[in-house]
């Protein structure tokens, strides 16, 4: 059974970690959540998760309107190689079904990257658990929660 929205809310209360679920049609792309929730593309989190050549997953937290490049990630990073997680990997490393993952309260640490760039926001809103949530939450509290290295990704 995959995790919730109640189970985030759950894991971040219980780490008194400020934040706000709001809770709106269906939205399974950075793009239409930023025209669901009437803001910037730049103010949404996208949380993607990757395998490396060795099965290990990393998550990377980029802008909503950012396309990672995997194979300059994986060079940076000292993998051989990047690609997209099937939908049955998001699931089992984060606990979460594709298209609702939300940047933290995975079942798994894993390796975590957060682009520079969302630091100099207050507040983002990212995967909120289920396909018609989305999580308000600082991107400094994104960072303290998945030990995650800050970097520009490529």
Do not use: C, W
């Given at each position: 059974m995959?995790?919730?929205?109640?189970?985030?809310?759950?894991?971040?209360?219980?780490?008194?970690v400020k934040?706000?679920?709001?809770?709106?049609?269906e939205?399974?792309?950075?793009?239409?959540?930023?025209?669901?929730?009437?803001?910037?593309?730049e103010?949404?989190?996208?949380?993607?998760?990757?395998?490396?050549?060795?099965?290990?997953p990393?998550?990377?937290?980029?802008?909503?309107?950012?396309?990672?490049?995997?194979?300059?990630?994986?060079?940076?990073?000292g993998?051989?190689?990047?690609?997209?997680?099937?939908?049955?990997e998001?699931?089992?490393?984060?606990?979460?079904?594709?298209?609702?993952?939300?940047?933290?309260?995975h079942?798994?640490?894993?390796?975590?990257?957060?682009?520079?760039?969302?630091?100099?926001?207050e507040?983002?809103?990212?995967?909120?658990?289920?396909?018609?949530?989305?999580?308000?939450?600082?991107?400094?509290?994104?960072v303290?929660?998945?030990?995650?290295?800050?970097?520009k990704?490529?």
């Amino acid at each position: 059974m995959p995790l919730s929205s109640r189970d985030l809310e759950v894991f971040l209360e219980s780490r008194s970690v400020k934040h706000r679920i709001l809770f709106h049609g269906e939205t399974y792309s950075a793009e239409k959540a930023s025209r669901e929730l009437g803001i910037s593309l730049e103010q949404v989190a996208k949380t993607v998760v990757f395998v490396n050549e060795n099965k290990e997953p990393l998550i990377v937290v980029v802008p909503g309107g950012r396309r990672v490049n995997q194979d300059k990630l994986a060079k940076t990073l000292g993998f051989r190689k990047l690609r997209l997680a099937t939908e049955e990997e998001v699931l089992n490393h984060t606990g979460y079904v594709a298209g609702a993952v939300p940047p933290v309260g995975h079942v798994k640490q894993v390796l975590a990257i957060v682009d520079e760039s969302l630091l100099s926001k207050e507040k983002v809103y990212a995967g909120g658990g289920a396909v018609n949530a989305t999580l308000e939450i600082s991107p400094i509290d994104i960072v303290r929660l998945l030990n995650a290295r800050v970097m520009k990704v490529p």
